[in-house]
């Protein structure tokens, strides 16, 4: 079974074994000791950690070329490692380049001693074949061959996965680790491939991409569950905060991960998804209407606006489904709009857009449409039975008045496309705004509104809702609800 090790990185030999301490009694098997990090690194201090904590603890003096925090100068390293390995630790950590050449004689009397873990960092990401080579080297010199390296995107990660596989069936025991957010993939599926240890953070992370302690404790010794987010960019999703709580609550074996992908890589994910355990996905811009073609099965709504935001995967098959109908339903009941025989202006012609005049023509809403682009409005709109209008985004100041205005669009999203949709003329003749966009809380389109006097509404309590849903079809259990909307609202802070 692969251990979980929390990696402390405390200041003070105090610290280290108060934090050492904690994290083993929530769960870990093992923990990291940083003593690279440790300014007051002592013999007596060593004999103390070693007899109080060492008999489940991994002890790193971390070289700055490959990452120290450097309170250790690198020419006492050589004199510690000695030290240590003769100390009662489960483990010492050795690296192939600083110490390659003395690995052979770091060990402790007789023999014995802790199991030597021989590591090598890349820098920066690497050709697989040389990341097989340092794997290689390492298992050569050590017990445990460790590499860890950056990946830049979802592929990299799925080569060290099966890199990580291949080494499962072989003599020698492997740590792979793909180092950054793209490379959380290959932390998640630890214990799938095989790997000797996964470390995980306690408290903030020292590298991106480490699992949490609670999430690496939950997926110990069980199947992973992944789940995640397709679509480009991501910077701005809160979707992983909002799934992890729910998935924390029922004591899931599963992760909820972005997935900022190509539309090449977005195919592979959908024909292969048992090669990284995919349970399922949830899709935005710019691939709800492109995964609509790609999976074998569509429910009723994404079939009718030819949009998937929420993919299941079950026995080898891939079905579409729809979602965001069902949030953004239960926001519109939820903040008492009612819409029957009234006038709704929807802004955006992408698959967002189209589940909203979806729901809006169910309501009995008249629905008028305008893009940026008039085409892709006027797409949307043949796309329906009912009478959908096409406004002219030009023209919208002197169009309305709207009982309704909805912002479909990515105009106004952290880190995306700044300003606001629509002119402030339309602003002021409308009677509510909903925003679906969700970050930051106040956007500019509901600033503008909360200086006209126009109540307004962002998307948060349609992306809890439409995630609720997408985590029931894919755990087939409702989902802790509190919980969920708990989590949005802090990762908002």
């Known amino acids: 079974m692969t251990k979980v090790a929390a990696v402390i990185a405390a200041s ?97 009397k007789e023999g014995r001693g802790p199991v030597r873990i021989v590591s090598e960092h890349f820098s920066a990401s690497a050709d697989l074949a040389k990341v097989e080579d340092a794997l290689e080297a390492c298992g050569a010199l050590g017990e445990v061959a460790k590499v860890a390296v950056p990946v830049d995107d979802i592929e990299e990660a799925i080569a060290l996965v099966d890199l990580a596989r291949s080494h499962r069936k072989g003599p020698r025991r492997a740590v792979v680790i793909g180092m950054g957010l793209a490379g959380m993939l290959t932390r998640v599926l630890a214990e799938d491939t095989g ?185 949307l709109a043949r796309g329906f039975d009912e009478s959908v209008e096409v406004a002219d985004p030009d023209e919208l100041e002197s169009r309305g008045p709207w009982d309704l205005l909805v912002n479909a669009t990515p105009v106004g999203t952290k880190g995306l496309a700044p300003g606001v949709p629509v002119p402030d003329a339309t602003i002021r003749r409308s009677k509510f705004v909903f925003d679906l966009v969700y970050n930051p809380p106040e956007t500019p389109l509901l600033a503008s509104a909360r200086r006209a006097g126009v109540p307004a509404a962002s998307g948060l309590t349609m992306l809890v809702h439409q995630a609720a849903k997408a985590y029931e079809l894919w755990i087939g259990l409702s989902p802790d609800m509190k919980a969920m909307e708990t989590a949005a609202r802090e990762a908002l802070r």
């Open 12 to 108: 003070d030999m105090r610290s280290a074994e108060r934090d050492a301490k904690q994290a083993l009694s929530q769960g870990a098997d093992l923990v990291e000791l940083r003593l690279d990090s440790v300014r007051d690194v002592s013999p007596g201090g060593l004999r103390a950690l070693a007899s109080s904590v060492g008999r489940h603890a991994i002890a790193t003096v971390r070289s700055k070329a490959e990452g120290g925090a450097g309170a250790v100068p690198d020419e006492r390293r050589t004199a510690l490692l000695a030290d240590l390995a003769k100390l009662p630790f489960a483990y010492l950590d050795l690296e192939r380049r600083a110490d390659g050449a003395r690995a052979g004689g770091i060990r402790g």
């Open 195 to 379: 790997q000797e240890i996964q470390y995980a953070a306690f408290g903030p992370p020292s590298v991106p991409g480490q699992l949490p302690l609670p999430a690496a404790v939950r997926l110990k010794g069980r199947h992973p569950i992944v789940l995640g987010l397709v679509g480009h960019p991501l910077g701005h999703s809160i979707s992983p905060q909002i799934h992890e709580a729910a998935l924390a609550s029922a004591n899931i074996p599963g992760v909820y991960l972005l997935f900022d992908v190509g539309a090449d890589t977005l195919r592979r994910m959908v024909d292969e998804p048992d090669r990284i355990r995919l349970r399922g996905f949830n899709v935005t811009i710019p691939y709800k209407e492109a995964v609509a073609d790609l999976v074998d099965d569509v429910d009723g709504d994404a079939e009718a606006l030819g949009a998937v935001n929420t993919v299941v995967v079950a026995d080898g098959w891939t079905k579409g489904h729809n979602t965001d109908v069902h949030g953004f339903r239960i926001a519109l009941r939820s903040l008492g709009i009612r819409l029957g025989q009234r006038k709704a202006l929807v802004v955006g012609a992408g698959g967002a857009a189209k589940a909203v005049v979806h729901v809006l023509l169910r309501e009995g809403a008249a629905v008028t449409v305008a893009n940026r682009t008039p085409s892709r409005a006027e797409a």
